[in-house]
Structures are given as C-alpha cells and as structure tokens.
C-alpha cells in the first residue's frame, strides 16, 4: 500500500520522485540519493515491493503506487509529492522492460504498449512536474535510455524505437527549459547487472523461424547474460548524481565501456556515411 499522505512537512536536501525504484538501477539511485541526504518518493506499480527500502531508510523513502502508463496516478503521485513536501527536485523516469524480436514478429499491442510504457508514460510526467520546476526556478528531469537509444540492431527495434523516441523529446525538452534553470539528462547504459536481462522484465515477441539467424543469438544471449553484465548499478548512480551536480551537466551520459565504446563507433559510422553522401545531398536544393 501506498503510505498515508501527511501535511507537508520540511526536509532538507533534495526531493527525488523515481519510477521503477523497486529494483535495478531505480533502487540504485533511490539509495544513492538517500545517502547524500535527500528525500525519495519511490514509485512502483506494486508498493510493497518497496517495503525494504523505506524500512532501511525510514523517514526519507516514501513508497507509492504507481503505474507510469495511468493517467490518473500520474497526477495522484505528483500531487502527493508536493503535498508532502512542496516541491520536486529531481524526476527519474526509470519504469521499463524489454522485449525482444523482430519487427515482424511485433504484435500491435507489444509496441504499442512499450511505447507507453517508455514514451508516453515519462513524457506525461515530465509535463506533470515541469510547471512546479519552472516555478521554483530549478529541478532536473533524468530520462534513464540506454545505448539502445543511440543505435539499434536485430532483435531491440522494438526497444530502441521507444528510446529514440524519448531521447528526440528530451533533446528538444532540454532546449525549452533551460531558461527556467530546469537540467535534463539523458541517460543511456550498457550492460548493467540490474536484473533486466532476467526475470518478468524481459518479454520475447513469438518467433518466426526465417529470423533465428539475426534475432535468435539475441533471443538466447541477452537473458544468458543475467548477473554476469559488466556494468555496476551503484557505480552508475553516483555517477549520475554527480553530473546531476556539476556546473555543466552533459545532456546525455553514457555508462559502462560497452555503451561509450558502442555509441562513439555508430557515430563515427555515421559521420562516415553521411560525408560520402554529403554531396548527392547537396543536389537536391533548389539551382540558384
């Protein structure tokens, strides 16, 4: 059960508001900013699930029933947040899962529920909490993507359609609400031991046979990876706390050697790419 709202009362430090903080790198940041100080509303679908946590830090998490994909426990848990407390500091947009296929073994509702689930979802509560951070001057908004985000291969298309989508948003976002001291950081991880790759939070789209070249080493790889990623949750979330810190926060970080060395090789790629066809692009303007 969500607890009880209570009369706002005075905290020090900063108010995160953090979805998916049951697990992965949600609880990681969760008790990252419990540690320097701060106050968690942790967001779950299933509340008790946080249970845990707020009784390892009683007092600074607050555990709450939320499901990113409803519209009216979106506003319920920002305005229980701001009653509470008066103000959101920090909005990590976490809530996600995986599934894995091909495109053409996509179903309608798949992708149309992952995209709520890491699209709508987080852009419905960016706006929620935006008019309050524009208010109070300051606050920052944490799109967790991933490398996944940047580039995309056979068997995530589903996946990194969702992310590319979120990252375009906050891109734009960042530009808009810079002025009203509102930071937006994108963040895109590799491979991390979260749980991700295990359990219910890896769906798999229901095989055709003609694609078990492309998409069957990932269909088999990626939940065979689960607890051996080279990628540190807490080494994660610091890191993200500290560029949330620094002077000029980058718009996007990318975490672990895999995601840095993956995300510079699709960009040179791509750079490569779009000079050889630099000039055949010129062309199509209008002769002067």
């Known amino acids: 059960m969500?607890?009880?709202?209570?009369?706002?009362?005075?905290?020090?430090?900063?108010?995160?508001?953090?979805?998916g903080a049951n697990s992965g790198f949600g609880q990681a940041i969760a008790e990252a900013a419990v540690?320097?100080?701060d106050t968690v509303v942790a967001a779950a679908r299933r509340p008790e699930t946080l249970e845990a946590l707020a009784a390892a830090h009683p007092g600074q998490v607050v555990p709450v029933r939320l499901d990113v994909t409803d519209p009216a426990q979106i506003s319920a848990a920002v305005a229980d947040t701001l009653l509470r407390f008066g103000r959101i500091d920090?909005?990590?947009n976490n809530a996600g899962r995986g599934?894995?296929?091909?495109?053409?073994?996509?179903?309608?509702?798949?992708?149309?529920?992952?995209?709520?689930?890491?699209f709508f979802g987080p852009a419905a509560l960016t706006r929620a909490v935006l008019p309050h951070m524009r208010a109070q001057g300051a606050g920052a908004v944490v799109q967790m993507s991933s490398m996944g985000g940047r580039f995309s291969f056979p068997g995530v298309g589903a996946y990194s359609a969702t992310k590319f989508a979120l990252?375009?948003?906050?891109?734009?976002?960042?530009?808009?609400?810079?002025?009203?001291?509102?930071?937006?950081?994108?963040?895109?991880p590799g491979a991390f031991r979260t749980g991700f790759a295990g359990g219910g939070a890896l769906a798999q789209a229901t095989p055709i046979?003609?694609?078990?070249p492309t998409v069957g080493p990932?269909?088999?790889?990626?939940?065979?990876?689960?607890?051996?990623?080279?990628?540190?949750?807490?080494?994660a979330a610091a890191t993200i706390l500290a560029a949330l810190d620094a002077e000029h926060t980058p718009l996007r970080l990318a975490l672990g050697t895999d995601?840095?060395?993956?995300?510079?090789?699709?960009?040179?790629?791509?750079?490569?790419?779009a000079e050889e066809w630099a000039q055949v692009s010129r062309g199509t303007d209008f002769a002067n």
């Open 2 to 19: 969500s607890t009880p709202v209570q009369p706002r009362k005075s905290v020090t430090g900063k108010v995160w508001l953090i979805t």
């Open 35 to 37: 540690a320097a100080g």
């Open 90 to 92: 920090v909005l990590v």
């Open 99 to 118: 599934l894995i296929g091909a495109v053409e073994e996509y179903t309608d509702r798949e992708l149309r529920d992952l995209m709520e689930l890491h």
């Open 167 to 188: 990252e375009g948003l906050s891109e734009a976002l960042a530009q808009e609400v810079a002025g009203f001291g509102v930071k937006v950081l994108i963040v895109e």
């Open 209 to 212: 046979a003609a694609y078990e």
């Open 218 to 235: 990932v269909r088999t790889g990626l939940p065979d990876s689960d607890g051996k990623q080279p990628g540190d949750p807490v080494k």
């Open 259 to 273: 995601a840095i060395d993956a995300i510079l090789g699709n960009l040179d790629s791509a750079r490569k790419e």
